[in-house]
Nanobody, 123 residues
Framework: VQLQASGGGLVQAGGSLRLSCAAS????????MGWFRQAPGKEREFVTA????????KYAAPLKGRFTISRDNAKNTVYLQMNSLRPEDTAVYYC?????????????????WGQGTQVTVSS
């Protein structure tokens, strides 16, 4: 199983980025997908998650309205659209797959993790 995250980079505050996570080696449509992030010196934190079909989503409360998760099961890819970025959004962003299919905010619920992509927001 591989989860390949991409799309990170350096962006100015107020800008946008779209992250992608391409999955292989698993039946993508059977997995709920999530995004987490980890800033230097901090614990990994939940960002958002989406159910197998894409019909339901969950967001960390402070991020709702700025971040949007979506998925394309035909392309085995989950996306994270990030708008109005702030310096405090700077972190490594990880995608993860959960066979349970629920939109969990707990990292331990996820079975597979990607390698992460760095997002840096300058002020």
């Amino acid at each position: 199983v591989q989860l390949q995250a991409s799309g990170g980079g350096l962006v100015q505050a107020g800008g946008s980025l779209r992250l992608s996570c391409a999955a292989s080696g698993l039946t993508f449509s059977r997995y709920g997908m999530g995004w987490f992030r980890q800033a230097p010196g901090k614990e990994r934190e939940f960002v958002t998650a989406i159910t197998r079909s894409g019909g339901s989503t969950k967001y960390a409360a402070p991020l709702k309205g700025r971040f949007t998760i979506s998925r394309d099961n035909a392309k085995n890819t989950v996306y994270l659209q990030m708008n109005s970025l702030r310096p405090e959004d700077t972190a490594v962003y990880y995608c993860a797959a959960d066979f349970g299919g629920l939109i969990s905010s707990w990292p331990d619920e996820y079975d597979y993790w990607g390698q992460g992509t760095q997002v840096t927001v300058s002020s």
